[in-house]
């Protein structure tokens, strides 16, 4: 009877055996593999109208998959147990939980039978006597714990409609497509036919064995049970004989010629198994056809014209050439769960606030954002702190509140977000923009100088990713052509430069509360200042340019009427940002620290990659390490940025860039007529710059991902000589 059977890691050692023994029965056939060996193990099936491959991660085959299949033969598997341990964590992803995971949706989509491939190394240490399925199980390795630990979940899923049987296979030998010399019988065979002595360490510890086409024959058999004869679940040694290792390879050595053999004392692997296979020849009438010595003459003419020394042929060297190599090159991405380039932080206080504000009926600006506003003036150390909706209402509310208008310029970086030109513009005024210092991204306070006109009429400087511009310069300058600083520190809340929180630093501040910033209120800004004047009119600038206590008008003790003082906008903070900001600003220096501690982290594991380097830390001050900025050496790479980019991105990895220059961008470009070469730092950064993942809601393992991810890119894409 013809089936429709579902063979995962067909392209691996054994599938790619199997599959034509599928085909030659009259079988449909629906291969799945990654095909990190190559497509070509399937050529003596190719174009056979009863195969389907799809070339897919089991760990992402989904119901539809698994429509009108009727058997499912599951392979794929970290193989062996040195393979096993390079990296736990895959290993368990692929061995146990997809291979769990594709049991249950099987069992779903009305599959009947589950064939999984075990190990007889889950016997692990199992000494001299003939063990069988009932014999304790000690598996040492990871992959021996992973097979043990499906076979126990595969039994839990077992029902009279869908039945699992779990075949633990004996060390497999002999030719196949997918061709691996890692195998205790091959290996050996390999070394001889290189002209080289077979070596053994201890030599005492037996291994079962069986030709990798008798392992065909046998999942064959399985499949090809009358349905009364499959149990609803079991567990089966498939052997075709036992050796001890020492005694395996004094067969070969003769069997090739008296090749050298030398035994050395001891060894690292303590695994030892001596399996019978009683039950499986009784349940299928299964016995093996090829022995060790006829695989051994298969093996002396399948190597003759190979290079034995090739990495693709072990497990272990290919798996990390896999590894290595970039996702989008095909190779084994660094995580399987996109990591966002940023994400916010918030707590079980930060929802029972939100909620008492709802409760309390009072959602717009209210009692919650004055006594936000108190708290952050405390906190910066200013005598004033205005809560708005964005970063971007309290630049323009500064800027407004300083009679800034039509015909007038301001001098500010270039290498920001689109807000901080924007509200200059929305002024009447002219962004005047100077290029930044190649190593921090800042303002460059010479540019500054050189910029200053009889028609400027302020400073904004940008405090990129977290660290101060050189302020010391900057108030130097302001102080010579009697200027009003105004800071876009939307990356800064927490930054320092010397003594002084940034806040304190200059004629007042804006700070962003966006979700990806240092601290959050869902959407908001804040504009700090010690100008009593400023502040107040500020306060009324925000709120539609009403009276400052226009907020309290529908409490007790508020005033009976609003009064409009002069045109105004909308920028306002609700309560409803505010009860997030309560309890974050109290978070502030804790999120600090551990950002930090992630940049250090990166600054560490990327010295020595010579075509990356971060942004330089001035020393000005505590830095809010709000991003972490990475400059590419495009010459030393045979990628750009953006393929950088993507290339993280298909690792698992978000990733930013911060920021295309404003010279640069169409608006500016196309309608100011702004020439790309006349602030040629910045354009020439644009182009090189990344920002990756730094936030206190990422996990040290996350940390660790982006450096794999980076690390990987880097070196894979580096130029050799």
């Known amino acids: 009877m013809q089936s429709r059977i579902m063979v995962t890691g067909a392209g691996g050692y054994l599938g790619s055996v199997l599959l034509p023994v599928l085909l030659e029965a009259g079988h449909h056939v629906v291969a799945v593999d990654k095909f990190y060996f190559g497509g070509h ?22 119901a539809a998959d698994l429509v009108g299949v009727d058997a499912v033969v599951a392979l794929a598997a970290i193989s062996n147990d040195p393979a096993g341990d390079l990296d736990p964590d895959w290993t368990v992803e692929v061995n146990q939980d997809a291979t769990v995971r594709l049991a249950e949706l099987a069992a779903a989509e009305g599959v009947r039978t589950f064939v999984f491939a075990s190990s007889c190394s889950v016997y692990g240490a ?37 039945r699992v049987l779990s075949l633990r296979m004996a060390t497999l030998f002999g030719a196949s497509p997918r061709m691996r010399l890692d195998l205790v019988v091959n290996r050996m ?24 086409a008798d392992a065909a024959r046998a999942y064959l058999r399985c499949l090809e049970l009358p349905r009364e004869r499959v149990p609803i679940s079991g567990v089966f040694n498939v052997v075709g004989e036992n050796a001890t290792i020492a005694d395996l390879a004094r067969r070969i050595g003769a069997r090739l010629g008296a090749v050298p053999v030398r035994i050395t004392d001891g060894g690292p692997d303590q695994r030892s198994y001596r399996v019978g296979q009683a039950a499986f020849r009784e349940l299928t009438g299964f016995t093996a056809d090829t022995g060790v010595e006829q695989g051994v003459e298969e093996l002396r003419h399948a190597l003759a014209d190979v290079d034995v020394d090739d990495p693709r042929y072990c497990t272990v060297e290919a798996l990390k050439a896999v590894v290595s190599t970039p996702a989008r090159d095909g190779g084994e991405k660094v995580r399987r769960a996109f990591l966002p380039f940023a994400l916010p932080l918030v707590g079980r206080e930060e929802e029972r606030e939100v909620l008492d504000t709802l409760r309390s009926g009072w959602l717009t600006t209210g009692p919650k954002t004055k006594r936000f506003e108190a708290l952050c003036a405390q906190y910066l150390g200013v005598r004033h702190a205005v809560a708005m909706s964005s970063c971007t209402g309290a630049l323009h509310v500064a800027l407004a509140a300083l009679d800034i208008g039509p015909g007038d310029e301001v001098v ?56 101060t511009c050189d302020m010391d310069a900057l108030a130097a300058i302001a102080r ?9 520190a939307a990356h800064a809340m927490g930054a320092t430069h010397g003594a002084r929180k940034v806040g304190g630093l200059s004629t007042a501040a804006a700070f962003s509360f966006y979700p990806t910033k240092n601290m959050t209120t ?14 107040e009119r500020a306060r009324v600038l925000s ?40 309890h974050q600003l109290g978070k502030l220096d804790a999120f600090r620290d551990t950002r930090a501690e992630y940049a250090a982290r990166y600054d560490e594991r990327f ?21 972490y900025v990475v400059v590419l050496d495009l010459d030393a790479l045979t990628i750009s940025r953006d393929e950088f980019l993507l290339a993280l991105r298909e690792e698992g990895i978000g990733t930013g860039v911060h920021f295309t220059s404003m010279h640069l961008q169409p608006y500016y470009r196309d309608r100011w007529g702004m020439d790309p070469d006349a602030l040629p730092v910045a354009a020439d950064l644009s182009r090189r710059i990344a920002s990756l993942p730094l936030y206190p809601k990422m996990t040290r393992q996350d940390v660790e991902d982006v450096v794999a991810a980076v690390r990987k890119v880097v070196l894979a894409y580096t130029r050799t000589a």
């Open 41 to 62: 193990v399937l050529a003596a099936v190719d174009g056979h109208p009863a195969l389907t491959v799809r070339r897919c991660d089991v760990r992402d085959l989904a």
């Open 126 to 162: 199992g000494g001299d006597g003939v063990l069988d399925e009932s014999s304790p199980l000690r598996p040492l390795t990871v992959y021996a714990c992973t097979k043990q630990a499906t076979e126990k979940a595969l039994d839990a899923l077992a029902s009279p409609d869908f």
């Open 189 to 212: 065979v390999a070394h001889a036919v290189a002209g080289r002595p077979i070596h053994v360490h201890g030599g005492g510890q037996w291994r079962p064995l069986l030709h990798v």
């Open 412 to 467: 500010t970086s270039p290498v920001t977000w689109p807000a901080t030109a924007n509200v200059i513009l929305h002024l009447g005024a002219t962004p005047v923009f100077v290029d930044v210092e190649p190593d921090t991204l800042n303002i460059d306070p010479a540019g500054v100088e050189a910029a200053i006109t009889p028609r400027t009429r302020a400073i904004v400087p940008v405090h990129m990713a977290g660290q």
């Open 480 to 488: 010579r052509h009697g200027l009003p600083i105004v800071e876009d």
């Open 522 to 535: 869902a959407e908001g800004g804040l504009l700090a200042t010690d100008d009593d004047a400023l502040a």
């Open 543 to 582: 709120l539609h340019g009403i009276s400052r206590d226009a907020w309290k008008r529908y409490s007790p003790d508020g005033a009976l009427h609003w009064e409009l003082v002069e045109p105004g906008f909308k920028y306002n903070m609700t309560d409803l940002q505010a009860s997030l900001g309560l």
């Open 607 to 627: 010295a020595d990659l010579a075509a990356l380097r971060p942004l330089a830390h001035r020393g000005f001050g505590v830095h809010a390490h709000h991003l």
